[in-house]
């Protein structure tokens, strides 16, 4: 007797929520639905749709000679009101004002000044903009641009005339100048009268003031052995009795710049209020932190004093980026560790009408297994801490807890992908306004939605140098001197057509031991100027994956009068359903392509299938 066979019709499979990459090393049977084996040019929204990555326009080429500029560096300042774009290439440092970009794609560039044509980063504090590169230290306003001259300390206050007094303020590496206050005992007029300076054998005196008054060189004489200063005649000596009413500067040497120069970062941090930069990657102490001290009661970054240094793990290890967390700053180093510093201030008295602030700085150790290997490239998102470990994207959950509850490994979706690369190269960007962290190596962009915790993957035709944000808009550079700019409204990488793929996870429908058969398809796409989507699938009877192309144009009517017309336009979402059979399938996947230069917003997938008998 015959049998008939029946089917099981089920709920048709709805993917609303678009989880993003997911690199298993299990294989993509594994992965949730919604994730993607492999997944290229696309991106998640936050809500959670697949969305196709927008291009870049190309703003400017960098030159050297006859050859192409390698930029160093790029940052985003504004500064006397206008906001640039700062790019260190070919020996000098280049400023591009924000609407030159968009306006003229750079055409109009100032040539701000000569720096050396190394590795360069950027911190802005007091309205400048300070540069680091490993052999410079130098700030520009907007207008001036020059060597940090530093801050000029006042060593001694309070001194009798033999050179009895005060100590008052530390040293600066940054220069060899200095000054010091004395005191007076009242009219000197006729008295012979000598001053007796803090150092000897001295290069110079550069300025004497008396009561107010700057003198003239042929006012006093000069012991440069001795350090001494005599006065010459009436004119210029002390006319009535007071404290610190004689102020004299001088210099000897050039202070020891190297030490700061040749460091390559900084951060600004102060503990509850940002008052000093802390400096690091100075090749000749790796190890070592340097940061500045409040000069004269005021916050500096051009004061720093011999002592204050930090010394970070080993000696061969080099520290590789600060973070701030709060009132702390976490300390990563390429061995790879972490650590983390707070600071603590108070106020020395050191007279009735003088006080000076110390720095009370101490680090305690956090984590002897994660730390950062890509130098300066950490970023705060959520107020947590992100570094580049040896072969994980660390988030810092906690730095008061030494244990493995302070970090947490953010990159398990893409791991596979990262222990193939160098990460020592990878340069990062947080994008705020899109809730994402671009981890940028070579020609891969990772794109961490930190909203939603998911992952996509960006493939550029060019490799990544540098990548800056410039008022929510993505810059990155090449190696060939290009600058392009990201911009949503654009359809190509620089007129080079954007190839985006998706792959369903290969779905086995929560029967693995039955056969499938589908036999329709929806795809639910988000109107725009122009849509279109190339559907296919693969199962395992199917390797050849078999497609069928979809569309959506909207007409806009920017020219016309509308008072001419009376009608109503929807932009509504419209599901596309299409007859796409699949039969005696265990395992699917349905394939997702757009290789034109269009648009595709994919708001839902919907498939409609029937069970049958066991699979043999």
């Not at 907007?142 to 006042?154: H, L, S």
């Not at 003031?209 to 006065?231: A, N, S």
């Not at 306004?433 to 998911?454: P, R």
Request: charged share 25%.
């Amino acid at each position: 007797m015959a049998s008939i066979r029946k089917t099981t019709p089920v709920t048709p499979l709805c993917i609303d929520k678009f989880l993003g990459l997911n690199l298993s090393n299990t294989g993509d049977t594994q992965i949730k639905l919604g994730e993607s084996g492999n997944m290229t040019n696309f991106y998640i929204t936050d809500d959670y749709k697949l969305k196709k990555m927008y291009g870049y326009r190309h703003i400017l080429k960098f030159t050297k000679r006859d050859s192409s500029a390698k930029i160093q560096g790029m940052f985003e300042a504004k500064l006397k009101g206008t906001n640039y774009l700062l790019v260190a290439a070919a020996g000098y440092l280049y400023a591009i004002a924000e609407n030159e970009i968009y306006k003229d794609f750079g055409k109009n560039v100032i040539n701000v000044g000569s720096i050396s044509d190394a590795p360069t980063s950027f911190f802005v504090f007091d309205k400048k903009v300070y540069i680091l590169n490993g052999n410079e230290y130098k700030s520009w306003d907007g207008e001036t641009f020059q060597d940090v001259a530093g801050y000029i300390p006042k060593v001694m206050i309070s001194t009798s005339f033999d050179g009895s007094g005060t100590p008052f303020e530390d040293i600066n590496l940054l220069t060899g100048k200095k000054h010091q206050t004395f005191n007076s005992d009242g009219n000197y007029v006729g008295v012979s009268l000598d001053l007796q300076l803090a150092e000897k054998n001295i290069d110079s005196v550069d300025k004497v003031i008396v009561e107010g008054r700057e003198l003239t060189p042929d006012q006093y004489t000069v012991d440069k052995t001795e350090g001494k200063i005599t006065f010459v005649g009436n004119d210029g000596k002390p006319k009535s009795e007071g404290m610190d009413t004689i102020d004299v500067y001088w210099t000897k040497g050039n202070g020891d710049r190297s030490f700061i120069e040749k460091m390559k970062a900084g951060i600004i941090f102060g503990g509850g209020v940002d008052t000093r930069v802390f400096l690091y990657g100075n090749e000749e102490e790796p190890n070592r932190i340097r940061y500045s001290a409040v000069a004269n009661n005021v916050p500096s970054v051009e004061y720093f004093p011999a002592v204050n240094q930090i010394d970070i793990g080993a000696s061969n290890f080099s520290v590789t980026d600060l973070r701030r967390h709060y009132d702390r700053l976490l300390i990563t180093t390429n061995k790879p560790e972490a650590y983390y510093m707070t600071l603590d201030t108070m106020d020395l008295n050191t007279g009735e009408e003088y006080s000076t602030t110390v720095t009370s700085p101490a680090t305690f150790p956090l984590n002897e297994v994660h730390g950062n290997i890509a130098f300066n490239q950490g970023q705060v998102i959520d107020n947590d801490p992100v570094t580049i470990d040896k072969d994980s994207i660390i988030r810092w959950k906690s730095t008061n807890v030494r244990d493995e509850r302070n970090m947490k490994d953010i990159s398990q979706k893409i791991k596979l992908d990262l222990v193939d690369l160098d990460l020592t190269k990878a340069k990062t960007l947080d994008l705020q306004c899109d809730n994402q962290l671009w981890i940028a190596i070579g020609e891969k962009i990772y794109i961490y939605n930190y909203m939603n915790d998911t992952y996509s993957k960006v493939v550029l035709p060019v490799e990544i140098d540098n990548i800056v944000k410039l008022n929510n808009n993505v810059i990155i550079s090449t190696p060939d001197g290009d600058i392009f700019r990201f911009d949503k409204d654009c359809r190509t990488f620089y007129n080079e057509t954007i190839k985006a793929h998706w792959d369903m996870n290969f779905y086995d429908f929560e029967a693995p031991y039955l056969r499938k058969t589908m036999y329709r398809l929806w795809v639910l796409l988000q109107p725009q100027m122009k849509s279109s989507l190339e559907i296919g699938y693969e199962s395992n009877r199917n390797t050849t994956p078999i497609t069928k192309r979809i569309e959506y144009k909207m007409t806009y009517f920017d020219d016309l009068n509308f008072d001419d017309f009376s009608f109503n336009i929807k932009q509504n979402p419209q599901p596309f359903r299409l007859k796409i059979k699949a039969k005696k399938f265990t395992n699917l996947k349905i394939l997702l392509d757009n290789n034109e230069e269009s648009d595709a917003t994919v708001l839902e997938l919907a498939l409609k299938t029937e069970y049958g008998g066991e699979s043999k």
